[in-house]
């Protein structure tokens, strides 16, 4: 359970590695997944940045993809429809550049059928505000939220947090207080890789956001302590391979995980990491899913 929402199962593909859902459906069972979040959608189409994109790094993954999307009316029109034909859980991920484009475009997604929740990427830089990012202040991000909840009337509204921050804590606290559903930690972490002989980065972008196992330990420590300071469920998200992974987010406090970068390599390991993860509680004889959520977090204040 996040809130309100029940999932068959606490995984769930992360955004901007699974497309609309509808690319993976050959590969993939969707109904077998605890669902999946769309990848970023905006007020208007966009091109995104230029390649190349993605550049592997030692245990993890640089991506500088710009938030290429088809625009919100679009996915209502020609995605949407066809995600109705499967019974997985649509989590639709939200992004802008100012606050009237988040709440526009949960507008235009409340008029359709098929979502069961709204996931808010405050990570994106607020043009209104000299380019800084929603995230990284709490005031910014109780205003953005704000204006989301009162757009969101049919469905829970998730907030994708940011890791680049000083206190993960004092924007989880105002994001729950302007009305957050419940919370995605974290993000990527801003990085990047060059090339020396020729001077020039690795992707098509000069920077890029890091990705995959290297990142697992800072984002479990992000977990516990959102955990610690907000009531809302909290979604883990940082370098997921594996069942034990899963049960380590669960244990300081994430109650479902989203599997991203991990993805990319093998389409097919949400439903793996499912099958380890059912054998693992199974073996343990001791705990379930549920009494396993927050254990670490709990015995460890």
């Given at each position: 359970?996040?809130?309100?929402?029940?999932?068959?199962?606490?995984?769930?593909?992360?955004?901007?590695?699974?497309?609309?859902?509808?690319?993976?459906?050959?590969?993939?069972?969707?109904?077998?997944?605890?669902?999946?979040?769309?990848?970023?959608?905006?007020?208007?189409?966009?091109?995104?940045?230029?390649?190349?994109?993605?550049?592997?790094?030692?245990?993890?993954?640089?991506?500088?993809?710009?938030?290429?999307?088809?625009?919100?009316?679009?996915?209502?029109?020609?995605?949407?429809?066809?995600?109705?034909?499967?019974?997985?859980?649509?989590?639709?991920?939200?992004?802008?550049?100012?606050?009237?484009?988040?709440?526009?475009?949960?507008?235009?997604?409340?008029?359709?059928?098929?979502?069961?929740?709204?996931?808010?990427?405050?990570?994106?830089?607020?043009?209104?505000?000299?380019?800084?990012?929603?995230?990284?202040?709490?005031?910014?991000?109780?205003?953005?939220?704000?204006?989301?909840?009162?757009?969101?009337?049919?469905?829970?509204?998730?907030?994708?947090?940011?890791?680049?921050?000083?206190?993960?804590?004092?924007?989880?606290r105002a994001a729950e207080e302007a009305g957050a559903d419940a919370f995605t930690v974290a993000n990527t972490y801003p990085a990047m890789a060059v090339d020396s002989q020729n001077a020039t980065s690795r992707l098509g972008s000069s920077t890029g956001g890091l990705s995959g196992p290297a990142i697992k330990?800072?984002?479990?420590?992000?977990?516990?302590?959102?955990?610690?300071?907000?009531?809302?469920?909290?979604?883990?998200?940082?370098?997921?391979?594996?069942?034990?992974?899963?049960?380590?987010?669960?244990?300081?406090?994430?109650?479902?995980?989203?599997?991203?970068?991990?993805?990319?390599?093998?389409?097919?390991?949400?439903?793996?990491?499912?099958?380890?993860?059912?054998?693992?509680?199974?073996?343990?004889?001791?705990?379930?899913?549920?009494?396993?959520?927050?254990?670490?977090?709990?015995?460890?204040?």
């Amino acid at each position: 359970m996040i809130g309100a929402l029940r999932l068959r199962n606490p995984i769930l593909a992360a955004s901007g590695t699974f497309g609309y859902g509808l690319e993976f459906s050959s590969l993939v069972d969707l109904n077998s997944i605890g669902g999946f979040v769309t990848k970023g959608l905006s007020r208007e189409p966009i091109e995104g940045a230029p390649g190349p994109r993605l550049f592997v790094t030692p245990s993890g993954m640089l991506n500088a993809v710009g938030l290429q999307n088809i625009g919100v009316r679009a996915f209502v029109a020609e995605k949407l429809p066809l995600l109705r034909k499967f019974d997985t859980t649509v989590i639709a991920n939200v992004f802008g550049y100012a606050v009237e484009d988040y709440a526009e475009v949960i507008r235009v997604l409340e008029d359709a059928e098929g979502l069961a929740a709204y996931e808010l990427n405050i990570s994106c830089p607020n043009v209104q505000k000299g380019g800084m990012q929603f995230g990284g202040d709490p005031g910014l991000a109780a205003e953005v939220i704000g204006m989301a909840r009162k757009a969101a009337v049919r469905r829970p509204l998730w907030v994708k947090l940011s890791p680049l921050v000083t206190d993960i804590t004092l924007i989880a606290r105002a994001a729950e207080e302007a009305g957050a559903d419940a919370f995605t930690v974290a993000n990527t972490y801003p990085a990047m890789a060059v090339d020396s002989q020729n001077a020039t980065s690795r992707l098509g972008s000069s920077t890029g956001g890091l990705s995959g196992p290297a990142i697992k330990p800072i984002t479990l420590r992000l977990v516990w302590e959102t955990y610690k300071a907000v009531k809302s469920p909290i979604i883990g998200l940082g370098g997921i391979e594996t069942a034990q992974d899963v049960l380590e987010y669960l244990s300081v406090g994430a109650a479902a995980v989203q599997v991203g970068t991990a993805m990319f390599a093998d389409p097919t390991v949400v439903e793996c990491i499912l099958g380890g993860l059912s054998t693992a509680v199974s073996e343990g004889k001791r705990f379930t899913i549920n009494e396993m959520s927050g254990r670490f977090a709990r015995e460890n204040r």
